[in-house]
């Protein structure tokens, strides 16, 4: 028995190095973006204009308290390799809690797009992601209404919803708002990765580093991040019905 064990764990062993060290090489090659003068940097941007978010204050839990440049960067002396979580606030944005990994010595990603207060009972959707592909595109589907996306509507026609930012040279973030929530309607919000359109067995989409964020009630409600190594151009994030969000989190060639 002692000898299968033996085997198995040296047949499993090289699989599990191999999946760690893409990874590292994955964050590795953003380093030289990542770090300044041996700390690391991390980017607040503003998700309703994309713009650097200036004096925002940064607190990461037994690390320290940051401040933001006129860059929206903070530094922060380089922790040990780990999951960390970090509140973001400002005045006239949401405050927010966000984690991120420290791996190899560097971070997986460090680009945070935060939302200004919005109205109550709307909600904001915001997409990121990493280097590649340099366009991905946000589509918000109201059945039997409207479709929210850089290709289709920028504004539904009873001004409820709204493509705030259409994000075309990587990173992000690409956002869309809506003031209510019809909750007599299904919406399903979907990310395409126009980019590579025409490959349908591509994994670009899934190596992207996508993450989407619901905000609403002036509070990140939920996060989601995409499941690497999987075929498609269609990630299909979640659903609202009733009011309620249901995941999906599955990425194929819907669309």
Request: charged share 30%; with cysteine; hydrophobic share 35%.
């Amino acid at each position: 028995m002692k000898r299968i064990v033996i085997i198995f764990c040296m047949l499993i062993t090289p699989f599990v190095l191999t999946a760690q060290y893409e990874k590292m090489l994955e964050t590795m090659e953003d380093e030289e973006e990542l770090l300044e003068n041996g700390k690391l940097v991390l980017r607040f941007i503003n998700a309703e204009t994309g713009a650097p978010v200036d004096e925002g204050t940064v607190v990461i839990d037994k690390i320290g308290e940051y401040t933001t440049d006129m860059l929206g960067k903070a530094y922060i002396e380089l922790p040990e390799d780990g999951t960390y979580a970090l509140e973001f606030s400002k005045e006239g944005f949401i405050t927010a809690i966000y984690p991120f990994e420290i791996v190899a010595g560097t971070i997986f990603y460090n680009r945070f797009s935060v939302s200004p207060v919005i109205e109550m009972g709307a909600i904001r959707l915001v997409l990121d992601w990493g280097k590649s592909p340099k366009d991905l595109d946000a589509h918000l589907i109201k059945e039997g209404d409207y479709h929210i996306s850089y290709q289709d509507m920028h504004n539904s026609r009873d001004g409820s919803a709204k493509l705030d930012r259409d994000d075309l040279k990587k990173f992000g973030p690409e956002t869309i708002t809506v003031k209510n929530i019809d909750e007599g309607a299904t919406y399903t919000y979907f990310v395409k990765n126009f980019s590579d359109r025409k490959s349908p067995r591509s994994k670009a989409l899934s190596k992207s580093k996508a993450a989407v964020r619901i905000y609403g009630d002036n509070q990140l409600l939920k996060t989601y991040t995409i499941t690497p190594d999987q075929k498609g151009t269609t990630w299909m994030v979640f659903t609202i019905e009733g009011g309620e969000i249901k995941d999906v989190n599955e990425v194929g060639n819907q669309y």
